[in-house]
Each structure stands twice: as C-alpha cells, then as structure tokens.
C-alpha cells in the first residue's frame, strides 16, 4: 500500500498553468463558458497585445469589452458588442491588462496566449447575445476589422461597471482617448453574414456624440 | 443665475478676461424648452436660460495665515487655478491638443524656481500665461452647443452660498463631464468633505448666520 511514496522526494516548482490549446485562428477571441477568455496569435501579432518587460515603457494594448446599447453613442445602432484596443495602462481595461512578473527578471510569467483572461462581462454579454449557448464549451468571436469606429473628437467615456466595495454593480464610465473600435460576431455568424449581406448589421466609421 | 448643485445641459458661454485681467468663464443652459409645455405647466413661466459667469483668481502666494508659502505650496496653488481649466479643456478634446507653457516669457528653470516663484512678476506673468492659453485652446469649443456638460458646482464657503468650480483632486473628483455620459453613470458627486461642511447647500441658512427675531429682541433687552 502506498508504495509510489517510497523514496519520493518531493520538489516544489511552484503553480504550473498547463499550456492550453486555447489560440484560435484568425483575427478571434475564444471565450469559454467559465468566463475564459484568449486571444489568437494574429490578434495579439496585430494589435500588440503581449505583455511586455515590467520595466519597459511600452506595456502594450489590452481589450475594453462595450455593449453597444450601454454606449450612448452607439445605443441608437443595432445591438453588437464592441471590443476597444486600449493601452494596458488604462484604468479598468477589460482584457489582457495585467500579469504576474518574474521577480528577478521582471518578464512575463505567462504568455497573453497561455495566461487569458477572464471577463464575466463578455460572457454575459455572449450569453444574452446568443453567442454561447449553455451547450457549449466555448465560441470564437471575430472582429469586424473592415469597420473600425473611432470618435469624432478621439474621446470616448464608454461604460464600465464597479466591479468592488460598497458601490459594486453601479454603472460608471472610463475615459479613453483616440482608441479604435470594432464590432465583433461569432465567426459563424459572421461567415453567413458574408454570403448574405443583406443580414450584415449597418456600422458607420465615425460615431456622432451627440 | 445657477446655483450650487449638479445641474444638466450647460454649455461653456465665454471665456475672457475682465478688466482687472482676472478670468471669466461663464456658464449657460442649453435645454431645449417646448414653449407649449411651458405655457401649460402650473406655476410661472421662465424662458430665460440660466447662466452663471466664474471668475477664476489669481492663486495667492500666503496661506490662509497670511504667511507665505512654500514652494511646494506655490506650485498647488497654481495648480488650483490650472488644473479645473485643464479639466475642461478634456472635455473637447485629447490631452495630446492640450499643450501649457505657463512659464513661458518668465526666467523659471529648475534650478531657481524656488526663488522666481516668489517674485510678483513671475508670479503674474504665470497666473496670465494660464488664462491666455486657456482661452486660446477654449476659442473653438466656447459655445458649442453640439455638447452639453452636466457640472457640478460647491458652494465657495459655509459662510458664501455662491458656486464655484471644485478645484483639488479633479482626477477622481471631476466637475464637469458630457451629457452623453447616462445620469446613472455619473462621476458628479460631492465628496465626504464637501457634504459634511455644507459645501453642496446652495441656500444661505448655515453660512451668514440670520438672527432669529427673539434671539434680537432677548439680546435688544440686554442693553435696553
């Protein structure tokens, strides 16, 4: 009984993630039905979503997670969730903004790929959207790259939600500057849209503030 | 005349300087009234639109003592006149098109500007640098009423029941911010400060004391 103990010596390397073979392809993003969310090699290649040296200046862009009928610029379009590409720096960044440092190095513990991140509001929002159905494990969303939104002025107070304390649950809104939008779909809906496309949702380049 | 409060729909109506130099910037609604619902509501009808003008002073370079201050007490003073203009200069555009030289024109290097800033001249020269860039940077957007603000003004003091524009920890504290920005998700809130000295009241009582008419009388008896 309990033989596999005998001469074991036991070594602490500390919490292992095991990579996962969670990158999809194109310009997507996998959201798992735990709320999980990672991006493809293309997308992080595109928009420099890489965590970066902890000393280095340039901390790259991590992803704002917007319901469009949340946004009082975009609440008069047809429903679609809308991801923001936004310096890491900001405050209350969605996606891909924060990661645990080597100590002595200050590199990335973690890939962007193999860390993701989770976000109970892209779920929500993929839930009500129809997305992601309780049945399955995950869905890929694409970005519509061919219509990127900007604000006419470069300022966008978009919608957040306070996520601690006394006050957890209001809504409040962040402020960002010269940040592109992009609607997103699945890359089913997305594919069907292109070979109807009179289903494809209209979407305008610039967004009027008022 | 808008009062302290948290008030929707205005518009920056003017930026200028009076004839002691000193910077106004004035205030204006914008809300659109239906002339016919006005003319059906009960009570009297009021078409004026309210507005309010804000003189922004010239920081001071003593305390509230009279003494002088430090130099770090000099450049928060200047900071409390440059920072709520900066605040709404944000609201129209990028930081990127926000460009100050409040030192332009002075002798102020780093090495001496302990002993420059308690020079009149510089510390004038600073003060209209800030008001003539601020209006030169406004000109565009002054009017503009495309993009309503909600703003919240504090009253100037427990004694002063006038408005003023908050000037101290702007960044988690604003005072202004665009009416796209749904009432629910407002960051236009007075602080625990603010509230516990009376500085969100717009009206008299707890400022200049009004002397009941026994409190006059009792003390009328004392010398009679």
């Not at chain 1, 949340?70 to 990661?99: Q, S």
């Not at chain 2, 914008?30 to 309010?52: H, I, R, T, Y």
């Not at chain 2, 236009?188 to 200049?208: F, H, I, P, R």
Request: proline share 5%.
């Amino acid at each position: 009984m309990y033989a596999f103990l005998q001469g074991l010596t036991l070594k602490d390397t500390g919490r292992q993630r095991k990579p996962k073979e969670n990158s999809p392809l194109g310009f997507t993003l996998r959201i798992f039905a735990n709320g999980e969310v990672y991006p493809s090699k293309e997308l992080v290649t595109k928009f420099n979503l890489e965590y970066t040296n902890k000393n280095n200046e340039n901390k790259g862009y991590g992803i704002d997670v917007i319901d469009s009928v949340d946004w009082t610029p975009t609440a008069n379009l047809p429903r679609m969730i809308l991801l923001g590409i936004t310096p890491k720096t900001e405050a209350k960044v969605d996606l891909f903004a924060t990661c645990r440092y080597d100590t002595e190095t200050g590199n990335p513990k973690s890939t962007v790929i193999t860390q993701g991140s989770t976000s109970e509001t892209l779920l929500n929002l993929v839930r009500s959207m129809g997305y992601l159905t309780e049945d399955q494990k995950y869905c890929d969303l694409e970005l519509v790259l061919e219509h990127p939104i900007t604000m006419e002025d470069g300022i966008a107070n978009i919608p957040k939600l306070i996520e601690k304390g006394d006050r957890k649950g209001e809504k409040t809104y962040e402020r960002r500057e010269n940040v592109t939008f992009y609607a997103v779909n699945t890359v089913e809906n997305l594919a069907e849209m292109k070979t109807s496309p009179v289903a494809t949702p209209e979407a305008t380049t610039t967004v009027e503030t008022n | 005349m808008i009062s302290v409060g948290i008030h929707p729909d205005l518009v920056i109506a003017k930026t200028t300087k009076n004839d002691q130099g000193t910077l106004v910037v004035g205030v204006k609604e914008v809300a659109e009234v239906n002339p016919l619902d006005a003319l059906n509501a009960s009570g009297s009808v009021n078409f004026n639109k309210k507005e309010q003008d804000f003189l922004i002073y010239p920081p001071k370079q003593t305390n509230f003592d009279g003494a002088s201050l430090d130099t770090e007490g000099l450049m928060k003073a200047i900071a409390e006149v440059k920072d709520p203009l900066h605040t709404i200069l944000r609201q129209y555009t990028t930081d990127s098109n926000i460009k100050w030289d409040i030192f332009a024109g002075t002798d102020v290097t780093a090495a001496n500007l302990a002993e420059e800033l308690k020079k009149t001249s510089t510390w004038n020269k600073i003060y209209s640098n800030i008001v003539d860039q601020f209006i030169t940077m406004m000109k565009p957007y002054v009017g503009e009423t495309g993009k309503p603000m909600r703003m919240l003004f504090v009253r100037q003091s427990k004694a002063k029941h006038f408005p003023k524009l908050r000037t101290r920890f702007l960044d988690s504290n604003p005072f202004i911010e665009p009416m796209t920005v749904p009432a629910a998700a407002s960051k236009l809130k007075y602080t625990k400060y603010e509230l516990e000295n009376g500085l969100d009241k717009a009206d008299s009582v707890g400022g200049a004391q009004q002397v009941s008419k026994a409190d006059a009388q009792q003390a009328e008896a004392l010398f009679s």
